[in-house]
């Protein structure tokens, strides 16, 4: 390989990659190895009570090449409530509103705060809870002891399918 | 008369069947339920986390009012209302939520705005009209945006220059979100201001103060009462109002800042509001001790009426693991009546349950408290993973349990005989804490400890250097000469007492 000519080299993988490779494999290596939708509302206790929590995940997990969105799932909603909101709470994730649920549609997502977890090649690798903190509507724990998103990102990450690939997210409904 | 019933019956099960196929709307039929059981909470300025004042917000959150009032977790309201009627109960008929679910399936249909009950006229501001005396926390304390639930309290001090009786207390948080309820003590012996702030922060934490008495306490939902008929609490002059606050951190770095309004009355009441505290001292005296594990503890403790009583009102005490608790009455007769059945405990919700009309329990009614509780990890609410055993204390983490019944004398002739009786109840502590201070070697450090309480160093115990719950049966025992005071010989007697106490319990 070595004597070959840098273009014919382009060309040969050009011609393959599209064929063999895996798309994963055919995106730039700046891409994510794997994206987090997390659905939450501007006005829901249980969304809001998670926001330190999303927001140290979403600081951990930027620099490992996860890509995290907020989804506010919310027709009603403007723009600046969102960011007068995301000041509120101290949270830097990038957003998107979702008026049209074409994303709530994609992850299948039912209520806030919900993760969806998304592998390199788009499929869902995760979708539940991001911990234990609640148990049902105002149960909450005083000791979170499952963190369920963390292990599934650390799971992707490493190429693994999570152990536990959905749990049933406790909160505030998503209005059709 | 048969054919009669049969028609009645046909033509009545055609109406219900006409009545279910009708479209459900929004302004006729849901309207009403929301206006009358959630918007006094979700309206702007008040507690609850997003305003439902009309169709457009009831709308956006149908889904969610569908799930939380179908399991009941709203409007909240613990304590069982098919076993005790109590005044404003927040609760839906089985109807009203088939109504809502109904409404829900159907797609939300709006109806005809002309259909729809008036808005409610509420109040704005304080809900009992302009306090007789305002108070407002000197600093604001900062609750984090996390973390666990946090019991803070707060000194206000009165400077009532005479003794007041209070109807009612009414409380205005500056940060709603997190402010999740306040109970209202009272502390005589300006113990609490001596903990203020200690650790920095406005307050302190732990119930850790004397108390002497309470104002009731402010639950969200609960519209603030007064004190039915002439009914009045005790207020002392010189006493501080101690709020007791538990806080939520809402996911957001909040100050909270209290305003209290306090409402007084005209004039003393023609009968003495009596507890009884069942177990006494929020539970002590049951000495709770639960295993790591422990699904179904239970404690449980009765109480003789010596005379006729009429009820007012109940409420009860209790921490994380606690799971249920009811209070019953077992009349001369035999019959039961149930004063207070939580078969849910939830210490989110720890409100006054007022009974719809006062009940008469005639002299030898046997009141009993019984109080479960989990300490394992099945328990969502446990603090604590793996579980660890659990004592009596004054930490959210340590457990109390208690049911307090609150009413009058029905005769005043009785009221003084009533009134030692709930003194007694309270004494009941005694063999329990006679039981702790041995095991605390407490016989031991006696010296040390009455050397500790002597605060002025005369060598004698002054009634003001006793601590407050003790003072009257301390008193009551150990004072021969009834100066208030006791002395060298009289602290003697103590340590002889505390002797015969250790061998009783047959150490």
Same mark, same amino acid.
């Given at each position: 390989?070595?004597?070959? =000519?840098?273009?014919?080299?382009?060309a040969?993988?050009?011609?393959?990659?599209?064929?063999?490779?895996p798309?994963?494999?055919?995106t =730039?290596?700046?891409? =994510?190895?794997?994206?987090?939708?997390?659905?939450?509302?501007?006005?829901?206790?249980? &969304?809001?009570?998670?926001?330190?929590?999303?927001?140290?995940?979403?600081?951990?997990?930027?620099?490992?090449?996860?890509?995290? #969105?907020?989804?506010?799932?919310?027709?009603?909603?403007?723009?600046?409530?969102v #960011?007068?909101?995301? &000041?509120?709470?101290?949270?830097?994730? =990038?957003?998107?509103?979702? #008026?049209?649920?074409?994303?709530?549609?994609?992850?299948? &997502?039912?209520?806030?705060?919900?993760?969806?977890?998304?592998?390199?090649?788009?499929?869902?690798?995760?979708?539940?809870?991001?911990?234990?903190?609640?148990?049902?509507?105002?149960?909450?724990?005083?000791?979170?002891?499952?963190?369920?998103?963390?292990?599934?990102?650390?799971?992707?990450?490493?190429?693994?399918?999570?152990?536990?690939?959905?749990?049933?997210?406790?909160?505030?409904?998503?209005?059709? | 008369?048969?054919?009669?019933?049969? +028609?009645?019956?046909?033509?009545?099960?055609?109406?219900?069947?006409? +009545?279910?196929?009708?479209?459900?709307?929004?302004?006729? $039929?849901?309207?009403?339920?929301?206006?009358?059981?959630?918007?006094?909470?979700?309206?702007?300025?008040?507690?609850?986390?997003?305003?439902?004042?009309?169709?457009?917000? %009831?709308?956006?959150?149908?889904?969610?009012?569908?799930? %939380?009032?179908?399991?009941?977790?709203?409007?909240?309201?613990?304590?069982?209302?098919?076993?005790?009627?109590?005044?404003?109960?927040?609760?839906?008929?089985?109807?009203?939520?088939?109504?809502?679910?109904?409404?829900?399936?159907?797609?939300?249909?709006?109806?005809d705005?002309?259909?729809?009950?008036?808005?409610?006229?509420?109040?704005?501001?304080?809900?009992?009209?302009?306090?007789?005396?305002?108070?407002?926390?000197?600093?604001?304390?900062?609750?984090?945006?996390?973390?666990?639930?946090?019991?803070?309290?707060? %000194?206000?001090?009165?400077?009532?220059?005479?003794?007041?009786?209070?109807? +009612?207390?009414?409380?205005r948080?500056?940060?709603?979100?997190?402010?999740?309820?306040?109970?209202?003590?009272?502390?005589?012996?300006?113990?609490?201001?001596k903990?203020?702030?200690?650790?920095?922060?406005?307050?302190?934490?732990?119930?850790?103060?004397?108390?002497?008495?309470?104002?009731?306490?402010?639950?969200?939902?609960?519209?603030?009462?007064?004190?039915?008929?002439?009914?009045?609490?005790?207020?002392p002059?010189?006493?501080?109002?101690?709020?007791?606050?538990?806080?939520?951190?809402?996911?957001? +770095?909040?100050?909270?800042?209290?305003?209290?309004?306090?409402?007084?009355?005209d004039?003393?009441?023609?009968?003495?509001?009596?507890?009884l505290?069942?177990?006494?001292?929020?539970?002590?005296?049951?000495?709770?001790?639960?295993?790591?594990?422990?699904?179904n503890?239970?404690?449980?403790?009765?109480?003789?009426?010596?005379?006729?009583?009429?009820?007012?009102?109940?409420?009860?005490?209790?921490?994380?693991?606690?799971?249920?608790?009811?209070?019953?009455?077992?009349?001369?007769?035999?019959?039961?009546?149930?004063?207070?059945?939580?078969?849910?405990?939830?210490m989110?919700?720890?409100?006054?349950?007022?009974?719809?009309?006062? %009940?008469?329990?005639?002299?030898?009614?046997?009141?009993?408290?019984?109080?479960?509780?989990?300490?394992?990890?099945?328990?969502?609410?446990?603090?604590?993973t793996?579980?660890?055993?659990?004592?009596?204390?004054?930490?959210?983490?340590?457990?109390?349990?208690?049911?307090? *019944?609150s009413?009058?004398?029905? $005769?005043?002739?009785?009221?003084?005989?009533?009134?030692?009786?709930?003194?007694?109840n309270?004494?009941?502590?005694?063999?329990?804490?006679?039981?702790? @201070?041995?095991?605390?070697?407490?016989?031991?450090? *006696?010296?040390?400890?009455?050397?500790?309480? $002597?605060?002025?160093?005369?060598? @004698?115990?002054?009634?003001?250097?006793?601590?407050?719950?003790?003072?009257?049966?301390?008193?009551?025992?150990?004072?021969?000469?009834?100066?208030?005071?006791?002395?060298?010989?009289?602290?003697?007697?103590?340590?002889?007492?505390?002797?015969?106490?250790?061998?009783?319990?047959?150490?």
């Amino acid at each position: 390989m070595r004597g070959l =000519p840098l273009p014919f080299l382009c060309a040969i993988l050009l011609l393959i990659g599209g064929y063999l490779v895996p798309p994963a494999l055919s995106t =730039p290596p700046t891409s =994510p190895k794997a994206s987090v939708d997390l659905f939450v509302a501007t006005d829901c206790p249980i &969304a809001n009570a998670c926001a330190p929590e999303i927001e140290r995940l979403y600081q951990a997990y930027k620099t490992k090449g996860v890509d995290f #969105r907020l989804v506010f799932p919310d027709r009603d909603l403007d723009e600046g409530e969102v #960011r007068q909101h995301l &000041a509120d709470f101290g949270l830097n994730v =990038p957003f998107v509103i979702d #008026r049209d649920h074409a994303f709530v549609k994609r992850g299948g &997502a039912t209520v806030t705060p919900e993760a969806v977890v998304y592998n390199r090649l788009g499929a869902i690798a995760y979708r539940g809870k991001i911990d234990n903190r609640y148990t049902d509507f105002g149960d909450r724990r005083i000791t979170v002891s499952e963190f369920y998103l963390r292990d599934a990102l650390d799971a992707v990450l490493s190429g693994k399918t999570p152990a536990i690939e959905r749990t049933a997210a406790i909160g505030c409904l998503i209005e059709q | 008369m048969n054919r009669l019933a049969l +028609a009645c019956l046909l033509s009545s099960a055609s109406l219900l069947t006409a +009545a279910d196929e009708s479209p459900v709307t929004f302004h006729r $039929d849901i309207a009403p339920i929301i206006y009358a059981n959630c918007t006094g909470c979700h309206r702007p300025g008040e507690s609850g986390p997003f305003p439902l004042t009309n169709y457009a917000e %009831v709308s956006r959150r149908a889904l969610t009012i569908e799930r %939380v009032v179908s399991d009941r977790y709203m409007p909240p309201w613990h304590a069982n209302p098919e076993v005790t009627r109590f005044l404003d109960v927040r609760r839906l008929e089985p109807e009203e939520i088939t109504l809502i679910e109904r409404w829900v399936a159907a797609g939300k249909p709006e109806g005809d705005p002309d259909s729809a009950p008036p808005y409610p006229a509420f109040t704005e501001g304080w809900q009992l009209g302009e306090p007789d005396l305002v108070l407002t926390m000197k600093d604001a304390y900062e609750v984090p945006a996390e973390g666990r639930d946090i019991y803070r309290n707060f %000194v206000l001090p009165l400077e009532l220059p005479e003794d007041k009786w209070v109807k +009612a207390v009414e409380l205005r948080p500056s940060a709603r979100s997190v402010v999740h309820h306040s109970l209202f003590f009272l502390d005589g012996a300006g113990t609490a201001r001596k903990l203020d702030g200690k650790d920095g922060k406005p307050g302190f934490s732990g119930m850790t103060f004397r108390m002497d008495g309470g104002l009731g306490g402010y639950v969200p939902g609960v519209t603030p009462k007064k004190l039915p008929g002439d009914l009045a609490r005790p207020l002392p002059k010189g006493s501080d109002l101690i709020l007791s606050t538990h806080f939520h951190p809402s996911g957001k +770095a909040e100050r909270e800042q209290t305003t209290v309004g306090i409402y007084f009355a005209d004039a003393p009441p023609s009968k003495k509001l009596e507890e009884l505290q069942l177990p006494p001292g929020f539970g002590r005296s049951a000495g709770i001790d639960i295993p790591p594990g422990e699904k179904n503890y239970r404690i449980e403790d009765s109480f003789t009426l010596p005379v006729d009583v009429e009820a007012h009102f109940v409420s009860g005490h209790a921490h994380y693991l606690c799971t249920t608790m009811r209070m019953s009455a077992t009349l001369p007769g035999g019959e039961e009546r149930i004063l207070l059945d939580i078969p849910d405990w939830d210490m989110d919700w720890q409100d006054t349950y007022y009974f719809a009309e006062p %009940v008469v329990l005639p002299a030898g009614t046997v009141v009993r408290s019984v109080i479960t509780y989990d300490n394992s990890t099945e328990n969502p609410n446990n603090p604590t993973t793996p579980p660890v055993r659990v004592k009596w204390g004054r930490e959210s983490t340590d457990e109390m349990g208690s049911i307090t *019944l609150s009413g009058v004398a029905l $005769d005043e002739g009785d009221a003084a005989r009533l009134q030692l009786s709930t003194r007694s109840n309270r004494a009941r502590l005694f063999a329990q804490l006679g039981k702790e @201070l041995r095991q605390g070697g407490v016989l031991e450090r *006696l010296p040390a400890i009455v050397k500790n309480l $002597d605060a002025n160093g005369d060598g @004698l115990l002054q009634e003001s250097e006793l601590p407050q719950r003790l003072r009257g049966p301390l008193l009551q025992r150990l004072d021969e000469n009834g100066d208030k005071t006791l002395d060298s010989s009289e602290i003697e007697d103590l340590k002889t007492w505390l002797e015969t106490l250790k061998k009783q319990n047959g150490a």
